[in-house]
Structures are given as C-alpha cells and as structure tokens.
C-alpha cells in the first residue's frame, strides 16, 4: 500500500535537477519547480493521474493507494479502483488567507477525503472546517527545517518564498500553531489522520502519535526523503515508541518512479537497525485499509 502520492505530477519523468553549484535541492527551489510545471501547457492533472496509474511498477507493486488530488478535480475525487489498485483520493486544499478560505471550501467536489496541504499554505479558518468535515485527512508536517523556522519564528527561506508568491502573506493570520505539536492537536480531534512526512517531529510529538496510533498514522516516504537529504528519518525510535507508520513514494518529482517494492527495498537499506520483515509489514497493513475502506461507506 501507498499511503502518499500526487499521481497528478506523473507527467513528471525524473526528479528535479538540483540547481547548478548547490549540492541539495532546496524545498524553495523545487517547489518553484513544481509551480512552474503546473503552469505550463503540459500539465494536465487528470492525465497526470491517468499516466501515474498506469505506469507499470506501480501496477506490479501496489494495490492501495492513498493519492492527494487537486481541487476541483472531481472526476478523481472520490473512492475508485483502477485495475488492481484500489485508490482514496485526498482533495488539496490551500488557502493562506482567511478570505480565501470560504472560496476554496465552496469549490470542493464531492470527495473521499481532504489534505489541508500544510502548516503555511493553509489558514485556521480553512484548517478548522477540514477537521469538522468528519472526512480523513491527509497533511504535510514537521517536512523540513525551513518549516519549523517559520512556525516557530514567523522567518527565514520558507517565509521568504511565501512573500515571493504573496507579498501580503503573514505568518501571523497563518499560523496559530508555533510547532508541529499544535496541528497534531488539532488533527486528532479528526477520524483519521496521515500526518506526511514528519522528518522533523519532536520525541513528545512522536509520542503523541503513538498515543494516537488509532487514527494517526505517520507515512514516510523513503526515497523522497533521500532525494531532499534530510536528517536521517526517526523510524526505530517512530516504531520503538509505537507509532503507527506507513510508507509512501511521493510523487516523481522527488521519487525515481511509483514502485512500493523498490520503497521498502530502500528503506531497508536505510534503516539496518529494523528487521526487514518489520519495514515489509509497514507497506502491507490491513488495519490501515479497512480504516480507508470505512470512510468510502465501504463501496469496493
Ligand atoms: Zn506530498
């Protein structure tokens, strides 16, 4: 199973280059990147998610996945099957400014399930109302550094390329939370929770999870978390404390390809100090499925 995809960038063949001179992607650079090719004339999300879906690695090696789709893309919004895989999309919400919040819920189709996308790009009033819907919810947290600088000091990078793309962006109507531990908060008062990523969550916000494990699931993504060169991922202690963790590949802007196989293989190699069979188990979790499973009103 494949807890966190954006097939919706599939026509994406490779990786993004880093930068010449500069020995890692920065998450500015590659989300200018990602911008950048969702404004071109190639972009095409409902062909993104049909050449995803078909791309035959992924046929091989999955049969769930958890995808998050942008709005208004209704026509992949709720539960599906293709071909073998069985698909609970996860509609993108973003919105950073309060006014912007009621236009973007307003466009929401009908939908399985939603991703407030992140910390910054989506403000409490929008955050509030994903929580209330009693939908599943998909987000991005404690994902890099940058973003814990900007949660905790309203600065730096991630601030820097928020001005960029809205010079009237404030952290302060933004962010109520100051670190990953607020959002957790607020998230568990959801039915189900992926929290994605997590790279950089605090040993009280892994127990935390842990303590949540019911409906809290953490979902890494073993080579996309090495295409950026994060700090090493916490899974022995992740899984020493009991959270619940998945695993996913991220879409192929930042994964060679859609292959879960090729995931595990790698996050074994990554991580020697967890049985195999252990990492194995964390891409194969009926728990996790029939918890998918129960908020499509169980239609297979
Ligand atoms: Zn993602």
């Known amino acids: 199973m494949n807890l966190h995809a954006h097939l919706e960038l599939s026509q994406i063949a490779a990786p ?3 930068p010449s001179g500069v020995s890692r992607q920065t998450t500015a650079n590659w989300i200018g990147e990602i911008l950048r090719f969702r404004r071109s004339p190639v972009y095409n999300a409902r062909k993104g998610i049909e050449r995803g879906l078909q791309r035959q690695e992924l046929i091989e090696t999955t049969s769930l996945i958890a995808d ?32 912007q919040a009621e236009t973007e819920w307003k466009a929401l189709p009908d939908c399985y399930g939603l991703s407030p ?27 890099t550094p940058e973003e814990l600088q900007l949660l905790r000091d309203h600065s730096g990078p991630l601030l820097e390329m928020m001005r960029q793309a809205d ?13 990953p531990m607020d959002y957790l908060q607020l998230l568990a008062a959801a039915p189900l929770s992926l929290i994605i990523h997590g790279n950089y969550l605090a040993a009280d916000e892994m127990r935390f999870l842990a303590g949540h494990r019911e409906t809290m699931i953490a979902v890494y993504c073993p080579r996309s978390h090495a295409y950026f060169r994060h ?18 590949t991220d879409s192929t802007a930042s994964s060679p390809d859609l292959s879960m196989a ?10 020697p100090a967890v049985p195999p069979e252990t ?5 194969s979790q009926e728990r996790i499925q029939k918890l998918l499973l129960h908020f499509s009103g169980g239609i297979r």
């Open 262 to 271: 090729a995931e595990v293989r790698f996050a074994a190699a990554q991580h």
């Open 167 to 179: 010079p009237d962006y404030d952290p302060k109507k933004t962010l109520p939370g100051k670190r």
């Open 231 to 248: 700090s090493a991922y916490p899974l022995r202690q992740m899984l020493d404390l009991g959270v619940c963790v998945a695993l996913g």
């Open 16 to 18: 993004f280059e880093c």
């Open 68 to 99: 998050i789709v942008p709005n208004r893309c209704p026509a992949f919004s709720q539960h599906y099957i293709s071909g073998s895989a069985e698909v609970f999309p996860f509609t993108e919400l973003i919105a950073w400014k309060p006014e």
């Open 279 to 283: 990492i194995n188990r964390l891409a």
């Open 117 to 143: 996308h992140a910390p910054h790009t989506v403000c409490p009033e929008l955050l509030e109302k994903a929580v209330q819907s009693g939908k599943p919810l998909a987000m991005h947290l404690a994902e």
